[in-house]
């Protein structure tokens, strides 16, 4: 499958733990995107990277959040000493460039649902 | 911050009926993302839309961009149990060079056998 990946699928862990997803983009996609998504919300903009370069991140992302993409392929997105209302599905997309065929589809993986206990 | 308001919220349809869902934007579109998502799932690209008037088709499902690029609908033809799920709508926001997008809250879609 050449989709995006995302693991782990489901995170269960206790207030003050630290925990780190990953995501694999679709390989030849420069650009990646994390979200964040809470029940019967659309998903909401953490940060971007194009290669390895973060470029922007919102300010939801708390100085807890840290992401890094070392080589400019996979992602990892770390949450310090999580709290209560981290719970939500973070979700990973990735795109190509802009090109001369314009804008280009950010592709989905199926997320990380974390839950905090 | 532009703002994507989506209607209906929930629908709730017969098998083979017709169907639109609205978005509505706060600002002019530069482009604009339909996406299907299932409950506990990612979001599956189904349509970006750019120029305004345009409208895209994929088997039974069109949208359209309006003329002055603040609206779109997208509409379901026939309905089938397969096309339940929650429908985003996603604007391309344009910050520094590359773009991102915001989403609407979605519209849930339950087809009744």
């Known amino acids: 499958d050449t989709g995006v990946s995302q693991n782990p699928r489901h995170k269960i862990t206790k207030r003050g733990q630290n925990v780190t997803f990953r995501c694999d983009p679709i390989?030849?996609?420069?650009?990646l995107y994390w979200y964040r998504q809470t029940l019967g919300q659309g998903p909401e903009f953490l940060t971007y990277f194009q290669n390895e370069a973060q470029l922007e991140k919102s300010r939801l992302l708390s100085d807890r959040f840290s992401a890094e993409r070392p080589k400019g392929s996979f992602s990892t997105l770390e949450i310090q000493r999580t709290e209560q209302g981290d719970s939500a599905m973070y979700l990973c997309?990735?795109?190509?460039?802009?090109?001369?065929?314009?804008?280009?589809?950010?592709?989905f993986g199926d997320g990380t649902r974390l839950s905090i206990l | 911050s532009q703002e994507l308001e989506q209607s209906p919220q929930s629908l709730i349809v017969q098998e083979g009926k017709n169907l639109t869902i609205n978005c509505t934007s706060s600002k002019t579109l530069y482009g604009l993302y339909w996406y299907k998502q299932k409950y506990g799932e990612g979001l599956i690209f189904l349509m970006m839309?750019?120029?305004?008037?345009e409208e895209k088709s994929h088997e039974k499902i069109t949208a359209k961009l309006d003329e002055k690029k603040q609206q779109s609908s997208l509409h379901i033809t026939a309905s089938q149990p397969s096309h339940a799920g929650i429908y985003l709508c996603g604007a391309v926001v344009f910050t520094g060079g590359y773009q991102k997008v915001t989403f609407g809250t979605g519209t849930k879609l339950q087809v009744i056998p």
């Open positions: 390989s030849e996609h420069n650009r």
């Open positions: 997309a990735s795109s190509l460039g802009e090109g001369t065929g314009g804008h280009q589809p950010q592709h």
């Open positions: 839309l750019q120029k305004g008037g």
